[in-house]
Structures are given as C-alpha cells and as structure tokens.
C-alpha cells in the first residue's frame, strides 16, 4: 500500500533554504593581499614607469629594473584592481592613478608609503593592541620613521586640508592657532586662500622641524609661526581667535578630550571660533564606513586612540562652555565639527 502525503490546497511548496554564501568573507579577508599588492607596485615605481607613455611587458619590465614574470605579478594585479589597463597588449595607468600615483608631485605615494612601513605590520597585532594596548606609540618611532607618519597624514589628508578654507567662513578672523598641527598643511591652506589671516602651528618637538620646512617651502614664513609644546601639559596660548584641531581628537580618551577643549576654551576670547576636523562618525559609530576602520588603526598606533560620534563630541562642547553651531562635509569620510565660545 502506498501511502500519499496530504497536499494542501492554496499553498505552495516553500523553497528549500538557501545555503549562506562565503564568499564576502573571503572577500574581506583577501584585502590585505590587495593593499600589498598596491603598496609594492607604489614602491617600485610601476605607475611612475607609466606616467608619460604605455609600455609592453618588456618595457615594462626595463623601465622598473624588474624581471619580466616580477612585473607581469604586480602589473596584472594592479590590472585586475582597476588601477592599470591593459587593452591591447600595452599596460597603462588608469584615470585614479595617474592623478593620484604618477605625477610629479609625490601625490598618494607617501601615505601608501606609511601604510606599508608603519600601519600594515601594527595591524598585524591588531588582536594584541585591542586586548592589551599597542607595544608601541606612534610618538615613539624612531626619527625616520616619524618623517614617513608625518609625510603619509599629511598627503592623505590634503582634501580635507584644501577643503576647509572654503567650508569654514575666514572672513572676520584674524590669528589661527593650529593645535597639533603636524606638518602645517591646515594652516598653509587656510593661508594661501586667506590672505589676511595669521596664523601660529603648535605641537611636539619631533614634528616642528617639519613643519617649518614645509611653511618655507609655501614662502609663508612671515604669517606662520611654528610653536613647540604640548597642548596636554601646558595651558594654550591667547591671542587667537579661531582654535584648529585637525585629527587630534582621535589620539585621545573622552577624558582627555574634555580636558583639551576645556584649554582652548581657557585661552579663547569672546567670540572664538572652534574647528574640529576628524573622522566623526555616526551615534553607532558604523558610518561612515572609512571612519569606523580608522578605529582599528588608531588603536593600533595610539593607547587610547579611538574614533567619536558628533553627538559625543557635541556633549564634550557643552561641558567644556563651548556652543556647538555645525557639522559640515570636508572630503571623503572626514567632516567638521564647528563650536562657538558661548
């Protein structure tokens, strides 16, 4: 006897369950032999080698000083990432990386540089930093390298860096103190586009001398000074009224923060202006996207380096007697945070 399973009438079969897809899981964890890939082609010249005109292989191979199977890896990958072309035999930059990777001006070339030499083999101890803090401080590198960190930050932040000037409304300041300003490129961008303002660059010792080599390089020596001090060990000078803190917030713990701005509250005049350009994030801290991954490399690099959300920082504004007036797009996933004195 054959017995029959009751069909329901109305009622279709349901699909069987579809099995979960690896595949963005190996994805995520093929990047790193993408950024490495990327890193080496950078350092050995390939989008260089490529600038003015496409090379075969062979060309390819003698313009870099490669052999041919070397330059065929580095060339195809960057292929396959869409960086370089290769439609008929000959391999040529794409749009993004002649822009960014083979012009005469070093470009994108020094923050890749610093991700190789610096970021990449701190992320390998990500787990280890997370857990027990990181072995090293990025204040501790060594001269060189410290130059390497200094270069890398400042050429991946030039659009920000360029689009503040016409974020923020200059109009009816007058003198710039740029708290922690690294290399100066804040405050040479806001110079060079408004010409009436003065401003002064403070920070530590192992990056003022940078710093002034860079303000004389833009002939900007006599509107910006560099200080050397430690704005967490020592009141902050007067006499300024716009206060700039570009990425400095992220070095530090919300106690710490709260500290800084409670300083540049002590030292600003009525009417002061705030300006805080960092990797703000959203409630959840998840978006942006970018500004969420920059935890992990703060974390790596700093003890208590860690990304905030605009609401957190809007709080902080407020113990400290600031007004927060806005937040404001700058380039890619930076934004910023404007205050008022109250």
């Not at 689009?163 to 300003?181: C, H, I, K, T």
Request: charged share 20%; with cysteine; hydrophobic share 45%.
């Amino acid at each position: 006897m054959t017995t029959q399973l009751p069909i329901t009438a109305g009622r279709p079969a349901s699909p069987p369950p579809v099995a979960p897809d690896p595949a963005p899981i190996m994805q995520l964890a093929a990047g790193f032999m993408a950024a490495k890939h990327l890193f080496a082609a950078s350092e050995l010249g390939l989008f260089e080698a490529l600038a003015d005109t496409p090379a075969s292989l062979d060309a390819l191979a003698a313009r870099t000083g490669l052999t041919r199977r070397a330059a065929r890896i580095s060339a195809d990958a960057m292929v396959a990432l869409g960086l370089l072309d290769c439609p008929d035999g000959s391999y040529r930059n794409s749009p993004a990386a002649a822009a960014f990777l083979a012009g005469p001006t070093p470009g994108l070339r020094p923050f890749l540089r610093f991700w190789d030499k610096i970021s990449y083999p701190a992320w390998t101890r990500l787990a280890e930093a997370l857990a027990s803090g990181p072995p090293q401080e990025i204040f501790e590198l060594g001269d060189d390298l410290q130059q390497v960190a200094s270069e890398g930050i400042e050429a991946i932040l030039t659009g920000p860096a360029a689009a503040l000037p016409e974020v923020f409304d200059f109009g009816s300041r007058q003198r710039l103190l740029d708290v922690g300003g690294g290399t100066g490129s804040w405050s040479i961008a806001i110079a060079r586009r408004h010409p009436h303002i003065e401003a002064a660059i403070l920070d530590l010792p192992a990056v003022t001398g940078l710093a002034r080599s860079r303000v004389a390089a833009a002939g900007l020596q006599d509107r910006i000074a560099v200080i050397t001090g430690d704005a967490m060990a020592s009141g902050l000078p007067a006499g300024y009224d716009v206060f700039l803190l570009a990425n400095l917030i992220h070095y530090f713990s919300p106690e710490q923060n709260r500290d800084l701005l409670d300083r540049a509250h002590r030292a600003a005049e009525p009417g002061s202006a705030l300006l805080l350009a960092d990797f703000w994030t959203n409630p959840a801290h998840t978006q942006p996207l970018h500004a969420a991954l920059m935890a992990g490399e703060f974390a790596v690099h700093i003890r208590d380096g860690d990304v905030y959300s605009v609401d957190e920082t809007r709080n902080w504004l407020e113990d400290t007697g600031w007004r927060f007036t806005g937040h404001h797009p700058l380039a890619g996933p930076q934004s910023l945070i404007v205050a008022h004195t109250v």
